[in-house]
């Protein structure tokens, strides 16, 4: 079992910035990769950023040159530093770890961002 926290959220004027983190405790060991997801109203649940045990990172082409994700492994931490902050990144934001062989799902409770024009 792995369970995720998530902190950092709040609402910030369009151009602002804000960091989300995520703590990740339980079978850490068994972590595959972490990852944020965002799912603003009416839309599905999609993919914003997301960082393997190796270090592979991927962002989606929507926060490319404006959000950045990042571990801290003696913390057991994932970082989301989302700049440049646009009315449309609105959305509640869902930390993400995948585990074990079978690489299953867990998730935060999630932590709603609101960007104000």
């Known amino acids: 079992q792995v369970q995720l926290v998530e902190s950092g959220g709040g609402l910030v004027q369009a151009g602002g910035s804000l960091r989300l983190s995520c703590a990740a405790s339980?079978?850490?060991?068994?972590?595959?990769?972490m990852g944020w997801y965002r799912q603003a109203p009416g839309k599905l649940r999609e993919l914003v950023a997301a960082?393997?045990?190796?270090?592979?990172?991927t962002h989606a082409d929507s926060v490319k040159g404006r959000f950045t994700i990042s571990g801290d492994n003696a913390k057991n931490t994932v970082y989301l530093q989302m700049n440049s902050l646009k009315p449309e990144d609105t959305a509640v934001y869902y930390c993400?770890?995948?585990?074990?062989?079978?690489?299953?799902?867990?998730w935060g409770q999630g932590t709603q961002v609101t960007v104000s024009s």
């Open positions: 993400n770890a995948k585990a074990g062989p079978g690489k299953y799902d867990y």
């Open positions: 960082i393997t045990r190796g270090g592979t990172i």
């Open positions: 339980g079978s850490i060991f068994s972590i595959n990769a």
